[in-house]
Antibody, heavy 126, light 112 residues
Framework: QITLKESGPTLVKPTQTLTLTCTFS??????????VGWIRQPPGEALEWLAL???????RYSPSLKSRLTVTKDTSKNQVVLTMTNMDPVDTATYYC??????????????????WGQGILVTVSS | EIVMTQSPLSLPVTPGESASISCRSS???????????LDWYLQKPGKSPQLLIY???NRASGVPDRFSGSGSGTDFTLKISRVEAEDVGVYYC?????????FGQGTKLEIK
Protein backbone atom coordinates (compact mmCIF):
# COMPACT_ATOMS: atom_id res chain seq x y z
CA GLN A 1 0.00 0.00 0.00
CA ILE A 2 1.39 3.37 -1.04
CA THR A 3 0.92 6.32 1.26
CA LEU A 4 2.38 9.81 1.54
CA LYS A 5 1.93 12.30 4.35
CA GLU A 6 3.03 15.90 4.67
CA SER A 7 4.19 17.34 7.98
CA GLY A 8 5.51 20.65 9.20
CA PRO A 9 4.36 23.96 10.63
CA THR A 10 0.85 25.13 9.91
CA LEU A 11 1.64 28.76 10.69
CA VAL A 12 4.69 30.71 9.62
CA LYS A 13 5.48 34.39 9.75
CA PRO A 14 6.28 36.52 6.72
CA THR A 15 9.95 36.34 5.67
CA GLN A 16 10.43 33.06 7.50
CA THR A 17 11.54 29.84 5.84
CA LEU A 18 9.04 27.00 5.49
CA THR A 19 10.25 23.43 5.82
CA LEU A 20 7.83 20.63 4.95
CA THR A 21 8.50 16.92 5.08
CA CYS A 22 6.84 14.28 2.95
CA THR A 23 7.09 10.85 4.56
CA PHE A 24 6.09 8.01 2.31
CA SER A 25 5.74 4.24 2.35
CA UNK A 26 5.09 1.48 -0.14
CA UNK A 27 7.79 2.58 -2.56
CA UNK A 28 11.42 3.66 -2.54
CA UNK A 29 13.06 6.73 -4.00
CA UNK A 30 16.08 4.61 -4.78
CA UNK A 31 14.04 2.63 -7.30
CA UNK A 32 14.60 3.47 -10.94
CA UNK A 33 11.82 5.58 -12.38
CA UNK A 34 10.38 7.05 -9.22
CA UNK A 35 9.99 10.65 -8.14
CA VAL A 36 8.20 12.77 -5.57
CA GLY A 37 6.68 16.12 -6.36
CA TRP A 38 5.21 19.08 -4.49
CA ILE A 39 2.04 20.84 -5.51
CA ARG A 40 0.17 23.57 -3.64
CA GLN A 41 -3.35 24.95 -3.64
CA PRO A 42 -4.28 28.35 -2.18
CA PRO A 43 -7.69 28.31 -0.46
CA GLY A 44 -10.42 28.11 -3.08
CA GLU A 45 -7.94 28.26 -5.94
CA ALA A 46 -6.36 25.93 -8.45
CA LEU A 47 -3.40 23.61 -8.12
CA GLU A 48 0.14 24.83 -8.75
CA TRP A 49 3.09 22.55 -9.39
CA LEU A 50 6.21 23.53 -7.41
CA ALA A 51 9.02 21.01 -7.60
CA LEU A 52 10.14 17.43 -8.25
CA UNK A 53 12.94 15.17 -7.14
CA UNK A 54 13.80 11.87 -8.78
CA UNK A 55 15.54 8.63 -7.86
CA UNK A 56 18.59 9.66 -9.90
CA UNK A 57 19.01 12.98 -8.00
CA UNK A 58 17.47 14.99 -10.82
CA UNK A 59 15.54 17.98 -9.53
CA ARG A 60 13.06 20.23 -11.29
CA TYR A 61 11.57 23.49 -10.09
CA SER A 62 8.91 25.91 -11.17
CA PRO A 63 10.91 28.76 -12.73
CA SER A 64 8.82 31.42 -10.99
CA LEU A 65 9.71 29.99 -7.55
CA LYS A 66 13.06 28.38 -8.25
CA SER A 67 15.07 30.96 -6.32
CA ARG A 68 13.06 30.20 -3.18
CA LEU A 69 12.70 26.42 -3.36
CA THR A 70 14.92 23.51 -2.45
CA VAL A 71 13.96 19.84 -2.49
CA THR A 72 16.07 17.25 -0.76
CA LYS A 73 15.55 13.54 -0.31
CA ASP A 74 16.55 11.09 2.38
CA THR A 75 16.20 7.69 0.80
CA SER A 76 16.98 5.81 4.02
CA LYS A 77 14.12 7.56 5.84
CA ASN A 78 11.70 7.55 2.89
CA GLN A 79 11.37 11.31 3.15
CA VAL A 80 11.46 14.30 0.86
CA VAL A 81 11.88 17.78 2.29
CA LEU A 82 10.65 20.99 0.65
CA THR A 83 12.18 24.26 1.78
CA MET A 84 10.67 27.57 0.72
CA THR A 85 12.36 30.79 1.78
CA ASN A 86 11.01 34.27 2.35
CA MET A 87 7.41 33.23 2.93
CA ASP A 88 4.66 35.73 2.15
CA PRO A 89 0.92 35.72 2.87
CA VAL A 90 0.30 34.84 -0.80
CA ASP A 91 2.06 31.54 -0.11
CA THR A 92 -0.81 30.52 2.16
CA ALA A 93 -1.97 27.23 0.70
CA THR A 94 -2.44 23.53 1.18
CA TYR A 95 0.81 21.85 0.22
CA TYR A 96 0.67 18.34 -1.24
CA CYS A 97 3.36 15.83 -2.00
CA UNK A 98 2.68 13.20 -4.65
CA UNK A 99 4.46 10.21 -6.11
CA UNK A 100 5.70 10.65 -9.64
CA UNK A 101 5.49 7.26 -11.24
CA UNK A 102 6.96 6.23 -14.54
CA UNK A 103 5.71 3.69 -17.03
CA UNK A 104 6.79 2.59 -20.49
CA UNK A 105 4.82 2.42 -23.71
CA UNK A 106 6.52 1.38 -26.94
CA UNK A 107 9.93 2.12 -25.47
CA UNK A 108 9.04 5.62 -24.28
CA UNK A 109 8.90 6.58 -20.61
CA UNK A 110 5.92 8.51 -19.33
CA UNK A 111 5.06 10.03 -15.97
CA UNK A 112 2.11 10.99 -13.83
CA UNK A 113 1.22 11.74 -10.20
CA UNK A 114 -0.55 8.58 -9.12
CA UNK A 115 -0.62 8.87 -5.31
CA TRP A 116 -1.05 12.04 -3.27
CA GLY A 117 -0.69 12.92 0.36
CA GLN A 118 -3.56 14.37 2.36
CA GLY A 119 -2.04 17.82 2.22
CA ILE A 120 -1.08 20.30 4.92
CA LEU A 121 -2.53 23.79 5.17
CA VAL A 122 0.17 26.37 5.76
CA THR A 123 -0.90 29.87 6.74
CA VAL A 124 1.51 32.77 6.43
CA SER A 125 0.61 35.52 8.84
CA SER A 126 2.25 37.74 11.40
CA GLU B 1 4.68 28.75 -19.80
CA ILE B 2 1.81 26.72 -21.21
CA VAL B 3 -1.51 28.14 -20.09
CA MET B 4 -4.35 25.69 -19.52
CA THR B 5 -7.91 26.95 -19.85
CA GLN B 6 -10.88 24.89 -18.74
CA SER B 7 -14.56 25.37 -19.46
CA PRO B 8 -17.05 25.52 -18.03
CA LEU B 9 -15.88 26.46 -14.55
CA SER B 10 -19.13 25.23 -13.04
CA LEU B 11 -21.12 22.25 -14.28
CA PRO B 12 -24.46 21.28 -12.73
CA VAL B 13 -25.52 17.83 -13.90
CA THR B 14 -28.55 15.64 -13.34
CA PRO B 15 -27.66 12.12 -12.18
CA GLY B 16 -27.66 9.69 -15.06
CA GLU B 17 -26.89 12.36 -17.65
CA SER B 18 -23.53 12.89 -19.30
CA ALA B 19 -21.10 15.75 -18.74
CA SER B 20 -18.21 17.14 -20.73
CA ILE B 21 -15.32 19.33 -19.64
CA SER B 22 -13.07 21.13 -22.07
CA CYS B 23 -9.40 21.86 -21.55
CA ARG B 24 -7.42 23.99 -23.98
CA SER B 25 -3.70 24.55 -23.92
CA SER B 26 -1.84 27.59 -25.24
CA UNK B 27 0.59 25.27 -27.06
CA UNK B 28 0.25 21.84 -28.56
CA UNK B 29 0.73 19.04 -26.06
CA UNK B 30 1.73 16.57 -28.75
CA UNK B 31 5.16 15.07 -28.21
CA UNK B 32 7.31 13.71 -31.02
CA UNK B 33 6.53 10.24 -29.68
CA UNK B 34 2.93 10.69 -30.77
CA UNK B 35 1.45 11.05 -27.30
CA UNK B 36 -0.29 13.99 -25.71
CA UNK B 37 1.05 14.97 -22.31
CA LEU B 38 -2.29 15.77 -20.75
CA ASP B 39 -3.72 14.27 -17.56
CA TRP B 40 -7.03 14.68 -15.77
CA TYR B 41 -7.45 14.71 -12.00
CA LEU B 42 -10.49 14.81 -9.76
CA GLN B 43 -10.44 16.47 -6.38
CA LYS B 44 -13.42 15.31 -4.37
CA PRO B 45 -14.65 17.63 -1.61
CA GLY B 46 -12.11 17.82 1.21
CA LYS B 47 -9.82 15.31 -0.46
CA SER B 48 -6.57 15.22 -2.36
CA PRO B 49 -6.57 15.09 -6.16
CA GLN B 50 -6.74 11.63 -7.72
CA LEU B 51 -5.55 10.60 -11.16
CA LEU B 52 -8.33 9.83 -13.63
CA ILE B 53 -6.80 9.94 -17.10
CA TYR B 54 -3.20 9.98 -18.31
CA UNK B 55 -1.77 10.74 -21.75
CA UNK B 56 -5.04 12.28 -22.77
CA UNK B 57 -7.14 9.14 -23.06
CA ASN B 58 -5.92 6.35 -20.78
CA ARG B 59 -7.95 5.57 -17.67
CA ALA B 60 -5.94 5.14 -14.50
CA SER B 61 -6.27 1.96 -12.50
CA GLY B 62 -9.67 1.59 -10.84
CA VAL B 63 -11.31 4.44 -12.76
CA PRO B 64 -14.79 3.50 -14.02
CA ASP B 65 -15.25 3.28 -17.76
CA ARG B 66 -17.85 6.04 -17.46
CA PHE B 67 -14.86 8.37 -17.65
CA SER B 68 -13.19 8.93 -21.00
CA GLY B 69 -10.62 11.36 -22.30
CA SER B 70 -10.10 12.52 -25.84
CA GLY B 71 -8.56 15.28 -27.86
CA SER B 72 -5.44 16.28 -29.67
CA GLY B 73 -3.09 19.18 -30.15
CA THR B 74 -4.46 21.91 -27.93
CA ASP B 75 -8.05 20.78 -27.38
CA PHE B 76 -9.00 18.05 -24.94
CA THR B 77 -12.22 16.77 -23.43
CA LEU B 78 -13.12 14.75 -20.39
CA LYS B 79 -16.48 13.05 -20.73
CA ILE B 80 -18.41 11.47 -17.92
CA SER B 81 -21.31 9.35 -19.02
CA ARG B 82 -24.11 8.50 -16.58
CA VAL B 83 -22.96 10.94 -13.88
CA GLU B 84 -23.29 9.63 -10.33
CA ALA B 85 -23.39 11.47 -7.02
CA GLU B 86 -19.86 10.26 -6.21
CA ASP B 87 -18.51 12.15 -9.24
CA VAL B 88 -18.93 15.57 -7.58
CA GLY B 89 -15.80 17.59 -7.10
CA VAL B 90 -13.38 19.74 -9.04
CA TYR B 91 -11.81 18.38 -12.20
CA TYR B 92 -8.37 19.61 -13.28
CA CYS B 93 -6.38 19.08 -16.42
CA UNK B 94 -2.59 19.09 -16.18
CA UNK B 95 0.03 19.42 -18.88
CA UNK B 96 3.38 17.82 -18.13
CA UNK B 97 4.97 18.28 -21.51
CA UNK B 98 6.97 21.30 -20.47
CA UNK B 99 8.20 22.78 -17.21
CA UNK B 100 6.54 24.43 -15.42
CA UNK B 101 3.82 21.79 -15.37
CA UNK B 102 0.55 23.69 -15.31
CA PHE B 103 -3.00 22.94 -14.25
CA GLY B 104 -6.25 24.33 -15.53
CA GLN B 105 -8.38 26.49 -13.24
CA GLY B 106 -10.63 23.58 -12.40
CA THR B 107 -14.24 22.70 -13.26
CA LYS B 108 -16.61 22.17 -10.38
CA LEU B 109 -19.14 19.45 -11.08
CA GLU B 110 -22.22 19.45 -8.90
CA ILE B 111 -25.38 17.43 -8.86
CA LYS B 112 -28.62 19.21 -9.66
Amino acid sequence: QITLKESGPTLVKPTQTLTLTCTFSGFSLSTNGVGVGWIRQPPGEALEWLALTYWDDDERYSPSLKSRLTVTKDTSKNQVVLTMTNMDPVDTATYYCARRRSFKISGWTFWDFDYWGQGILVTVSS
Amino acid sequence: EIVMTQSPLSLPVTPGESASISCRSSQSLLHSNGNHYLDWYLQKPGKSPQLLIYLGSNRASGVPDRFSGSGSGTDFTLKISRVEAEDVGVYYCLQDLQIPYTFGQGTKLEIK
